[in-house]
């Protein structure tokens, strides 16, 4: 079930666009830069629902954009990209980036399910020239807290995909920060739809 979540909604965190007595802004903390700069292109079925995770990420990163791609009209979101220089795709598969040689200025991550952004790649030919990184799967990773049922237990959701990259690519302590926003963001969450009970935290489940 996927809850949209339309700005100026009431009873919302303007910044977050969580229910306001589930605010995560305490935790998002002032805005920091990252190294790659990540630039998102988003779904536009992502944009408002209020279990998307590119948004929290904007929040806690002062250099990450968010391009929303129109299904019709793809052409401002190929013509950004045509503007990158020395820029990495996090996806699977692909020409792997040289990691060994050199760190890209800029980290475009795809935010959309597996099929959206499948679509992304055929309608975006500029992605297929762009060296792709890939993640690992997380040791530990089915037992990361999550809102959206996963198609694998290793999948993540797009903030958890920006940490772990970041992680690998900035540093442990960027990682690390991305990550705690996630788990209070689907803690808080799941607490405000009532799902969770006093077993939460003793082992967290993903979903
Ligand atoms: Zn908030």
């Not at 802004?25 to 536009?44: F, I, K, T, Y």
């Not at 309608?123 to 037992?143: D, T, Y």
């Not at 963001?185 to 003793?202: H, I, K, M, P, Y």
Request: aromatic fraction near 4%; charged fraction near 25%; hydrophobic fraction near 40%.
């Amino acid at each position: 079930m996927r809850s949209m979540t339309a700005p100026g909604a009431p009873g919302r965190c303007q910044r977050c666009l969580l229910l306001s007595a589930w605010c995560v802004c305490d935790v998002v903390g002032q805005a920091q830069p990252s190294r790659p700069e990540v630039l998102v292109v988003r779904h536009q079925w992502e944009a408002f629902k209020s279990t998307g995770t590119a948004r929290l990420a904007a929040l806690a990163l002062s250099n990450l954009r968010i391009l929303d791609m129109a299904a019709e009209n793809p052409e401002p979101i190929r013509e950004a990209l045509r503007s990158l220089q020395d820029a990495w795709l996090l996806y699977p598969g692909g020409v792997a980036a040289d990691q060994t040689v050199t760190r890209p200025k800029t980290l475009v991550v795809l935010d959309g399910t597996w099929r959206q952004t499948r679509k992304m790649l055929r309608r975006l030919p500029e992605l297929s020239r762009l060296p792709r990184f890939s993640l690992a799967p997380p040791a530990g990773a089915e037992a990361r807290p999550r809102l959206r049922e996963a198609p694998r237990p290793d999948a993540r959701s797009t903030l958890e995909s920006i940490a772990d990259a970041l992680s690998e690519l900035d540093s442990l302590e960027c990682g690390e920060r991305l990550l705690a926003l996630h788990a209070t963001f689907v803690e808080r969450t799941r607490r405000s739809r009532g799902q969770l009970d006093a077993s939460w935290g003793a082992a967290g489940t993903g979903g």
